[in-house]
Each structure stands twice: as C-alpha cells, then as structure tokens.
C-alpha cells in the first residue's frame, strides 16, 4: 500500500469542509487544511492523536503544535529520546522527531474538537496507509479512546477485542505492539486524569520495548 494523505481540498466529510472553510474565513493567516503527519517514516514509534486542535495543529499545520497538548506531548518526547531541538509552538520551531512518527486519527480540524463517527470511518484509510509504509514500526501509541479504536480497526481487529485503557498494552498478532494513554488534553491534565506521572510511565514502558530491556 502506498502512503495516502488527504490533499488542502479534501472533500470526504462535508461537515468538515465547511468547517474548514468558515474557518478560513474567520482565520485566514492560518493552515486549515488537513494536517499532515510529522516525523519520518522509518519511525519505530508511531503516535495517534484524535485530531487537530483550532487553535493548535488547525493554525500551524503540524500536529499537536500551538496548545496546551502539543507542549506536553512534545516535552515528554525530548526527555525519553524520541525529540530534539526547541519547542516553540510553531511548524518552523526546529523541533525534530527521533524514531517517532505523529498523525491524527482525523486530519482536519472538527467543529467542538469532536469529529463524529462518519468522519473517523471516512478518514481511517489514510490511517491503514500510514501503518502499512512504515517498515520499522514496532509501537503505536493511541492517545484516547477514538485513536485507539482507529487504530485496531485499521489493523484489521475489533475494538470489542482489545479494550482501551491507560498503559495498557496489546499484542496483535503480525502488527506492532498498540499501547494506550489517556490523551494529553487540558481537560484531562486539569482534572488529574492524565498526570505528568501517568504520561511518563507509558512513555518508560515504550522506550524499554524498543530497547528490548
């Protein structure tokens, strides 16, 4: 399978396009596109996220960039290995991923950061591509409950198989090992749902598996 990505038009999700283009009225210095992965290809590691924040990856077209997700997802990144370089909160900040690959289970921005299930279905294809290209990987990690079934789903097993939970890890067989985190929002941070603690536990247990300690 070649690697498939959504092109600045996409039209699949109607919802979506509209959003997208009141989006480019009311921002106009800002990416509303569909927002590309981030990170090379051979990556060992791939990140899952749920989908661009407006104000985030929606504005500078890189994922988990520009909010409070994006800073620390991407500090966790530097400490364990997978980052290097300043995080400023923009595309053009000089951060570089280290064995780490990022993309979002929706590439375009949803209305209410919450896309239904049409557009999560309708955008798992570019999902299933980017699993099968990647000729290292030995690791996804989904942040939240949607990437987590994306993920599953696009690797070709039932969700109902292989319940979400924070840390837990699954062994499908052929596939890389599919780890979970509660996602990196505000709202989980702020309520102490997701700890710095908790986020960095399931970033140990990823760098042992790819060490093989």
């Given at each position: 399978?070649?690697?498939?990505?959504?092109?600045?038009?996409?039209?699949?999700?109607?919802?979506?396009?509209?959003?997208?283009?009141?989006?480019?009225?009311?921002?106009?210095?800002?990416?509303?596109?569909?927002?590309?992965?981030?990170?090379?290809?051979?990556?060992?590691?791939?990140?899952?996220?749920?989908?661009?924040?407006?104000?985030?990856?929606?504005?500078?077209?890189?994922?988990?960039?520009?909010?409070?997700?994006?800073?620390?997802?991407?500090?966790?990144?530097?400490?364990?290995?997978?980052?290097?370089?300043?995080?400023?909160?923009?595309?053009?900040?000089?951060?570089?991923?280290?064995?780490?690959?990022?993309?979002?289970?929706?590439?375009?921005?949803?209305?209410?950061?919450?896309?239904?299930?049409?557009?999560?279905?309708?955008?798992?294809?570019?999902?299933?591509?980017?699993?099968?290209?990647?000729?290292?990987?030995?690791?996804?990690?989904?942040?939240?409950?949607?990437?987590?079934?994306?993920?599953?789903?696009?690797?070709?097993?039932?969700?109902?198989?292989?319940?979400?939970?924070?840390?837990?890890?699954?062994?499908?067989?052929?596939?890389?090992?599919?780890v979970d985190s509660y996602h990196c929002s505000?709202?989980?941070?702020?309520?102490?749902?997701?700890?710095?603690?908790?986020?960095?536990?399931?970033?140990?247990?990823?760098?042992?598996?790819?060490?093989?300690?």
């Amino acid at each position: 399978m070649q690697l498939l990505a959504p092109d600045r038009e996409c039209a699949q999700c109607q919802r979506l396009a509209a959003f997208r283009a009141e989006n480019r009225r009311s921002m106009p210095s800002a990416h509303n596109a569909p927002v590309p992965s981030f990170g090379r290809i051979d990556a060992t590691l791939l990140i899952v996220g749920l989908a661009p924040g407006l104000k985030g990856a929606n504005r500078t077209g890189r994922p988990f960039t520009g909010d409070h997700a994006g800073r620390m997802l991407y500090d966790t990144l530097a400490r364990f290995g997978f980052a290097r370089g300043p995080y400023g909160g923009e595309a053009d900040d000089g951060m570089v991923l280290d064995q780490c690959r990022i993309t979002n289970a929706v590439r375009c921005v949803p209305p209410a950061n919450r896309p239904i299930a049409a557009e999560i279905t309708a955008c798992r294809s570019f999902l299933a591509a980017e699993l099968s290209v990647m000729p290292g990987l030995r690791a996804v990690l989904a942040l939240g409950t949607v990437a987590h079934a994306s993920v599953i789903t696009a690797l070709g097993y039932r969700p109902a198989d292989f319940g979400f939970a924070h840390g837990a890890e699954h062994e499908l067989p052929g596939c890389p090992t599919v780890v979970d985190s509660y996602h990196c929002s505000r709202q989980n941070t702020n309520t102490g749902r997701l700890t710095q603690a908790m986020f960095d536990d399931v970033f140990a247990g990823i760098r042992r598996r790819l060490e093989g300690t």
